[in-house]
Nanobody, 118 residues
Framework: QVHLVESGGGSAQPGGSLSVSCLAS?????????MGWYRRAPGDRRELVAV???????VYADSVKGRFTIERDVAANTIYLRMDNLKPEDTATYYC???????????WGQGTQVTVSS
């Protein structure tokens, strides 16, 4: 059963901007706390990009600080990742996740491709 649906992403030139969003289903919203994004480039390890908890506290990877912004719209059950000043090394598949408070189980989105090239 799909609990997280991602949208957005696409292609941009270096220095450009893109956004991705992740909608959580009503079935899981009341049970989750932390949500965020990982990314994985071909041949690379999965990298944590940004997380936000239910209180609004945010953490970013050093590689994206100052360029990426994560936001959480509680009423819309959605998180957003705004990516500015994109670099070729940001090219990856971006995966949304939501962590269940009780047991830390993680739900995952389907993945969204972000490609940065000139």
């Amino acid at each position: 059963q799909v609990h997280l649906v991602e949208s957005g992403g696409g292609s941009a030139q270096p220095g450009g901007s893109l956004s991705v969003s992740c909608l959580a289903s009503k079935m899981i919203v009341s049970s989750i706390n932390t949500m965020g994004w990982y990314r994985r480039a071909p041949g690379d390890r999965r990298e944590l990009v940004a997380v936000v908890d239910s209180g609004g506290s945010m953490v970013y990877a050093d590689s994206v600080k100052g360029r990426f912004t994560i936001e959480r719209d509680v009423a819309a059950n959605t998180i957003y990742l705004r990516m500015d000043n994109l670099k070729p090394e940001d090219t990856a598949t971006y995966y949304c996740f939501a962590e269940r408070t009780q047991d830390k189980y993680r739900y995952w989105g389907q993945g969204t491709q972000v490609t940065v090239s000139s």
